[in-house]
């Protein structure tokens, strides 16, 4: 008898418990709220806080966030009269935001106000950075057309070239030209091009620890290099260097295929920036 209370204490308890968990998620899960998207004109979310995770629930939509702003996230459609599927945001502030979307050829409202009181007129964007994207344009317009800066820092296998051709600053912003070519007749699609700072060493048995940083701009065609090619792209990023005993690595990967590349940049070239006005 003493062994079947305990065991109905154990359900109790865990069904309290279980109970309090789901209140606690409520909270910081909204129910799910219904958005008409179209196939040319781009909707709009703005967020209280930065948007931290986007899954969609098909691909007939089309996201991403809005360049240079974190709390904005825009919405496509992929195509014409698609089904209604779902997507799910989670923001900087812990919340879940989840939406039911669906197709609609004329939407009444392409600019919504996402977990914010109605008085909120004119929520704060958060920016990434104090300047502009024409104002990045027009730098990086400028550094593409200027002579090459640095020699020596590039990487050639398989008929493909990276090469790092510039560094230069504004204000706290860093960028970095590169230029990728193709000297083989297949086109070069690249899967994805990533920044980590890396140790110089790896001592056997120890974790080396990779810290990754995403540009906050792009300035040109970094998808594709098509044969007989070749493509210059400028990637901005937030002003910092590193210690001596770390370096900056570029890894880039083709989509389907081996032709992988690599660049290391040592902090000496990082702070030999050229100033770009």
Do not use: W
Not at 97 to 118: A, N, S, W
């Amino acid at each position: 008898m003493q062994y079947d209370f305990n065991k109905l204490v154990m359900v109790i308890t865990g069904t309290v418990l279980a109970l309090l968990i789901l209140e606690v998620n409520a909270q910081s899960v909204s129910d799910p709220q219904v958005i008409e998207i179209t196939y040319n004109k781009t909707t709009s979310l703005i967020f209280p806080a930065i948007v931290k995770s986007v899954d969609r629930g098909s691909r007939d939509i089309l996201a991403q966030k809005a360049k240079g702003v974190e709390n904005i996230l825009q919405l496509k459609a992929a195509r014409h009269g698609f089904p209604q599927t779902n997507l799910t945001v989670i923001t900087s502030d812990g919340n879940i935001h989840q939406f039911t979307i669906g197709y609609k050829r004329e939407p009444e409202c392409l600019v919504m106000k996402v977990g914010m009181k109605d008085e909120a007129k004119n929520p704060d964007l958060i920016f990434k950075t104090d300047m502009t994207e024409i104002q990045m344009d027009n730098y990086a317009s400028k550094i593409v057309d200027a002579k090459r800066s640095i020699r020596f820092i590039n990487e050639s296998k398989y008929k493909i070239g990276l090469s790092l051709r510039g560094i230069y600053i504004h204000d706290n912003i860093i960028f970095y030209h590169f230029r990728v070519s193709n000297r083989s007749n297949i086109n070069y699609d690249v899967d994805f091009l990533r920044f980590f700072i890396q140790d110089k060493q790896r001592v056997r048995r120890t974790a080396s620890q990779e810290v990754s940083i995403k540009p906050i701009y792009i300035f040109g065609c970094d998808e594709k290099i098509s044969g007989r090619t070749s493509e210059d792209v400028v990637y901005a990023l937030e002003k910092f260097t590193i210690p001596d005993a770390k370096r900056l690595m570029i890894e880039v990967f083709e989509k389907n295929g081996g032709r992988n590349m690599s660049l290391s940049i040592k902090n000496k070239t990082i702070v030999n920036a050229k100033m770009i006005q």
